[in-house]
């Protein structure tokens, strides 16, 4: 009879079936945004903003790291990020919907209301990744203090904003705001006033952080070799192009708050570039295609470099022709734009080259000696001597294990 009673083993679940339901949920959290936005009369491409933005690449390459590398908490980081961010974006559309259209007649409003301020625990851990890059490891005990102090700070941000939403919620004070963040977190008066002057110094803090976890990885860059190095040559240089495009972004919007369509269109595609980050990440920690990293820099930081002298280019050109010449907006728009469509070739020629002698040396050093054998070859005569510059060429170029010439003989 003892069998009878004797206890069933707990199943536990694998790491890649726990990675797999993460992935599920975020995708269904992401289809849930359509209907949402529409219940709540949004647009929901502007709506999902920077949360589906930044959410979605970051669960995509959590769910591969956390199922390749299940014993590496960046994985699992990075998924609890992304969903984070995506389910706070639903949440505060329904909150739209429920208490700015229909007066809290929706069920569960509540819910969505403590479940959108989900961005500030999100915002503290996804920091924790560049710390924490590549294998999840501090790189010395010392660096133990910097981490629960930022954690000591980080964890205010949230546990601040949470008291301010549970007060709001008990006290049936629920007043949603157009982007779906409360009142009382974004205007605190009275009492709370004061907790949200705290978070305002707390947010500083963080940056402060944040810039010293990136220095730590750039100081071991400087002092790291091998593939150390090449694993944090795609973390920064991810970091870098996530950078360039958000200060783009900043900046464009601060001087044109109703940007043209062309400025339009070069947003939209650096804002495509957010996702430089999560994946330099995950590339870094899964050593996938690791040493291409030097080809995809000079390309990545070409096309930046381009994007921005081009931009600055027709910003320039439109306030020239519009304020000092006094030409017609539509005619200043269209002869900027050809401007800067006839200036796209020859700009990012001249500086891909620059950028490939800085930082793809091989491959400006390889066209530099396929220049000079083609200019030397004008002048040859001896077919023996092509032959042999032309395997030392090949040689010096691609430094392969053997090298061959055939030469076709006269018929």
């Known amino acids: ?128 990744v560049i710390l924490l890059f590549p294998d999840g490891r501090l790189p010395s005990r010392r660096w133990r203090w910097v981490m629960w102090s930022y954690l000591v700070v980080g964890f205010y941000l949230p546990v601040g904003i949470y008291l301010l939403t549970v007060r709001t919620v008990i006290d049936h004070g629920i007043r949603v705001l157009a982007n779906g963040d409360l009142a009382a977190v974004d205007h605190p008066t009275g009492a709370p006033a004061r907790l949200g002057a705290l978070l ?66 070069l947003l939209s595609v650096a804002g495509l570039t957010i996702v430089a980050l999560p994946a330099g990440i995950g590339v870094g920690i899964l050593k996938y295609r690791l040493y291409d990293v030097d080809r995809l820099i000079s390309r990545t930081l070409a096309y930046a470099i381009v994007t921005g002298l081009l931009i600055g280019v027709y910003a320039g050109l439109v306030l020239l022709a519009t304020r000092v010449l006094s030409l017609h907006s539509q005619v200043a728009v269209a002869a900027s734009t050809l401007a800067a469509v006839a200036l796209v070739n020859p700009l990012r020629r001249r500086v891909q080259r620059a950028v490939d002698r800085r930082f793809n040396r091989a491959r400006y050093d390889a066209d530099r000696t396929v220049a000079a054998f083609a200019a030397g070859l004008k002048d040859a005569v001896d077919l023996d001597a092509v032959r042999d510059d032309l395997a030392a060429v090949v040689h010096q170029a691609l430094e392969p294990a053997h090298v061959s010439v055939w030469v076709r003989g006269h018929e």
């Open 200 to 265: 305002a110094i707390a947010l500083p803090l963080l940056v402060i952080f944040w810039a010293v976890f990136i220095g730590r990885q750039a100081v071991s860059y400087r002092r790291s070799s091998g593939e150390r190095r090449q694993q944090l040559k795609w973390l920064l240089s991810g970091a870098a192009v996530f950078m360039t495009a958000l200060t783009l972004e900043i900046v464009v919007g601060v001087l044109y708050p109703h940007p043209p369509l062309v400025l339009r269109v």
């Open 1 to 128: 009879m003892t069998g009878v009673f004797a206890p069933r083993r707990l199943r536990v679940v694998s790491p890649e079936a726990l990675a797999l339901l993460g992935a599920g949920m975020v995708l269904l959290l992401v289809a849930a945004v359509v209907p949402l936005a529409i219940l709540a009369h949004q647009n929901p491409v502007g709506n999902a903003g920077s949360s589906i933005a930044i959410g979605v690449p970051c669960a995509a390459v959590g769910f591969v790291v956390a199922r390749r590398k299940p014993r590496n908490p960046l994985g699992w980081f990075m998924l609890a990020v992304g969903a984070a961010l995506v389910l706070s974006n639903d949440a505060g559309l329904y909150a739209i919907a429920d208490y700015r259209l229909r007066h809290g007649a929706l069920p569960l409003g509540w819910v969505a209301v403590l479940l959108q301020p989900l961005w500030a625990p999100a915002l503290v851990l996804y920091p924790l």
